[in-house]
């Protein structure tokens, strides 16, 4: 036989199946629609599970700090201090707190125990020293034990929240 003859009596190779690329093809667009959603969807979902989840604690409010709506401020007078540097050098430091009042709390009551904040405030930042004051890693020790110090002398029951609106050192 000839080289033709041998060509035409060999069977083609058979067509490629579409079923498989078809089949990764639908296989990806469905893992691409499930991440899609879970990225958009999941985080609620979740955060309403978890939210669920959580006991009410008493006197705690439902929602986040974020959400809640804002209860009237009250800002101290700058407070101002001088601070000292193992050299015996003086700097000085410059913070305002703001207060965010607790349910039911007018802001005229709660003038009328500010003193008392006030001097709690004084008393915590001169027994620091610059150093502490002026580290950024220290900074959230400091706010934190300020703001305690602050709302045990005013009274838990006053203050919802302490806010650091200035804060200067020099």
């Known amino acids: 036989m000839s080289e033709s003859e041998e060509a035409e009596k060999k069977p083609s190779a058979p067509p490629k199946k579409k079923r498989g690329f078809v089949g990764i093809i639908v296989a990806i ?16 979902l979740l955060g309403k599970k978890a939210h669920a989840e959580q006991p009410a604690e008493e006197g705690a409010e439902a929602a986040p700090a974020h959400e809640r ?5 009250v800002a101290f ?9 193992r050299s015996d ?4 430091l410059k913070v305002t707190l ?29 027994s620091q ?9 220290k900074f959230e020790t400091v706010t934190k034990e300020l703001s305690e110090k602050v709302v045990e002398a005013l009274g838990k029951r006053r203050v919802r929240r302490v806010m650091i609106t ?3 050192t020099q």
Do not use: C, W
């Not at 007078?77 to 540097?85: A, H, N």
């Not at 207060?99 to 915590?124: Q, W």
């Open 29 to 44: 667009v469905l893992a691409g629609g499930s991440a899609a959603a879970g990225t958009l969807f999941g985080p609620k």
């Open 69 to 73: 709506p804002v209860n009237p401020t």
């Open 77 to 85: 007078q700058p407070i101002v201090v001088d601070l000292r540097v």
């Open 89 to 92: 050098e003086m700097h000085h």
């Open 98 to 126: 703001t207060f965010e009042l607790a349910d039911g709390v007018s802001p005229e009551e709660f003038e009328k125990y500010s003193p008392r904040g006030r001097e709690a405030a004084i008393l915590y930042l001169r």
């Open 129 to 137: 020293n610059y150093d502490t004051i002026t580290d950024p890693e």
């Open 166 to 168: 200035d804060f200067v």
